[in-house]
């Protein structure tokens, strides 16, 4: 659709106080859901996080991608089993997440920015040690609960110019692979940074207020709502802003 002059003018003039408000700030997003499935909306999400950069906000991008990783498995041949609504991963699992994740989606994700005008660094939780994980529950075999996210490979990319992109891969001291939530890697990795923002794309409506009351959902939160909240959804799902 054409816009005319005048009709550019009037949005550049709404956006400059969030353009103002945001340049030189980190913004953490959490990309998943049907905006990483559908390729039209992974090309705007990709188009938007580049205009982003390039007005000055310093993006760092988080990724998961439980779908393709069902998908590969189910080319293997190996069925995908959940525990509370967790994926089990056994070892062959492990290395087929890591490949998916860290391999394939996050090289394909660098690629799209880059085609769309941006810079961008893919890195994975392994890379310097970055998310450090144990075993969450002997059930789940190598699905990993974070003990420690060491942010300084993030800021090194940022502090060169790139936008990082994060594959949600946890390592530990003893070489095993984790699968991370990429959900809670989001939050634990913003929680490191400080960022202006924390934006999770995600397929449910807001923060559960009341986990058995969907309706009762707020698309956004402030931390202070958001750390006097009891309810362990709300520091992962949704847009908070200080």
């Given amino acids: 659709?054409?816009?005319?002059?005048?009709?550019?003018?009037?949005?550049?003039?709404?956006?400059?106080?969030y353009i103002q408000e945001y340049s030189g700030k980190i913004v953490v997003i959490k990309y998943g859901g049907n905006a990483m499935i559908s390729a039209k909306l992974k090309d705007s999400v990709m188009r938007?996080?580049?205009?982003?950069?390039l007005i000055g906000v310093k993006v760092v991008l988080v990724h998961g991608g439980g779908p393709e990783i069902?998908?590969?498995?189910?080319?293997?041949?190996?069925?995908?089993?959940?525990?509370?609504?967790l994926r089990v991963t056994d070892a062959e699992?492990?290395?087929?997440?890591?490949?998916?994740?860290?391999?394939k989606i996050n090289k394909t994700l660098v690629n799209l920015i880059g085609h769309k005008g941006g810079?961008?660094?893919?890195?994975?939780?392994i890379d310097g040690q970055m998310i450090q994980a144990r075993v969450r529950d002997e059930r789940l075999g190598y699905v990993g609960e974070i003990t420690k996210v060491d942010v300084r490979p993030i800021l090194d990319v940022i502090d060169k110019g790139y936008i990082p992109v994060v594959s949600t891969v946890g390592c530990d001291?003893?070489?095993?692979?984790?699968?991370?939530?990429?959900?809670?890697?989001?939050a634990r990795i913003a929680g490191e940074l400080g960022p202006e923002s924390l934006i999770a794309m995600t397929d449910i409506s807001g923060i559960l207020r009341d986990k058995d009351d969907p309706p009762r959902s707020s698309p956004s939160s402030t931390r202070r709502t958001r750390c006097s909240s009891s309810s362990p959804a709300s520091s992962t799902a949704a847009c908070c802003r200080k």
């Fill in 173 to 186: 001291t003893q070489g095993h692979v984790y699968n991370i939530n990429a959900d809670t890697a989001a």
């Fill in 119 to 125: 810079r961008a660094i893919g890195l994975s939780g």
């Fill in 93 to 103: 699992t492990a290395d087929v997440v890591q490949m998916v994740l860290a391999g």
């Fill in 1 to 17: 659709m054409d816009i005319t002059n005048p009709q550019r003018a009037k949005v550049l003039v709404h956006a400059l106080p």
């Fill in 48 to 53: 938007d996080i580049v205009l982003l950069s």
């Fill in 70 to 85: 069902t998908e590969t498995l189910e080319k293997l041949g190996k069925q995908t089993q959940f525990v509370d609504g």
